[in-house]
């Protein structure tokens, strides 16, 4: 079987994260304004819950956005129990570090990858966590164990027939036709696996009456597909799906998330043929 590249489980979620669209409400902050009450508004009406779960796409700087003011939001009401982040991780953590920490702390303590998650965009997050005293933790599967994960067969059991299935579809679609069939199923239980290891991180981290909040792409996010498939029935969640506009497919909300909030559009770009010139075969006689 065709080696993949690791990136392209990345690739996977920005495409992936573009085709859920859902009806809600917009939401536009001028940098460097409060939190809009539209936002905590919608907040503080999925309250009080154990998880929040709030889906993102991923290249989507509006999103990060909400992602922070949600941090502050529930830190300054002392709601916020922790923050589980797909960015880093599992078992890398800012627990211990002080307050005044600086930048280059917590991305030690989480050992982040500033090449697959932009620390420009990510590191205000983690921050205004860091600076409330609130611990980030890495959920996301290790990459030292995502080959034995592609070989986990188990997996394929986890979901239901017609998830799976989805889960399936949504990778022929967001590697855009390229990837091979045989590498369907491996690349699935990966997807399944890492939301395994975020969903076990976020329980691990509940507190009493207080709210753990987990930030992933909005793939992961999804109550029957994701996440909160790997919880037990007396763990309350919600899901938040952040969605830029003009998404190319729509999906009801309700069944798969609680609510949605819209973020204006971002330029043009023909993310497959990005990945095409990226799976392009190397030239005869080229080193790759």
Do not use: F
């Not at 889906?55 to 916020?80: I, K, M, N």
């Not at 620390?119 to 959920?139: D, K």
């Amino acid at each position: 079987m065709q080696r993949l590249p690791l990136p392209l489980l990345r690739t996977w979620l920005v495409l992936g994260s573009v085709t859920v669209a859902l009806a809600g409400c917009a939401y536009a902050p001028a940098p460097g304004t409060p939190p809009s009450p539209l936002w905590t508004d919608r907040l503080q009406s999925l309250l009080p819950a154990d998880v929040l779960l709030l889906g993102e796409q991923h290249d989507a700087p509006d999103h990060q956005r909400l992602q922070r003011e949600a941090v502050a939001w529930l830190s300054s009401r002392g709601q916020l129990a922790a923050v589980v982040m797909e960015m880093a991780e599992r078992g890398q953590s800012t627990r211990g570090l002080p307050r005044d920490a600086s930048e280059a702390q917590a991305q030690a303590a989480l050992q982040w990858d500033n090449a697959a998650w932009p620390w420009q965009a990510y590191g205000p997050v983690v921050m205004a966590a860091v600076g409330a005293g609130v611990p980030v933790l890495g959920g996301n599967l290790p990459r030292a164990r995502m080959r034995a994960a592609m070989a986990e067969t188990a997996w394929d059991r986890h979901l239901p027939a017609p998830a799976l299935a989805q889960q399936y579809q949504a990778l022929r679609d967001g590697h855009c036709g390229l990837l091979p069939e045989p590498q369907i199923a491996p690349m699935a239980r990966i997807q399944i696996a890492r939301d395994a290891s975020m969903a076990r991180t976020a329980q691990e981290a509940l507190r009493s009456g207080q709210t753990v909040l987990l930030v992933a792409g909005g793939g992961h996010v999804l109550r029957h597909l994701g996440v909160p498939t790997h919880w037990p029935a007396n763990l309350v969640s919600k899901v938040v799906i952040a969605q830029v506009e003009h998404a190319p497919a729509a999906i009801k909300s309700g069944a798969q998330a609680d609510a949605v909030v819209q973020t204006p559009a971002l330029p043009p770009r023909d993310v497959c043929a990005e990945l095409r010139e990226q799976w392009r075969p190397a030239p005869p006689g080229q080193k790759v």
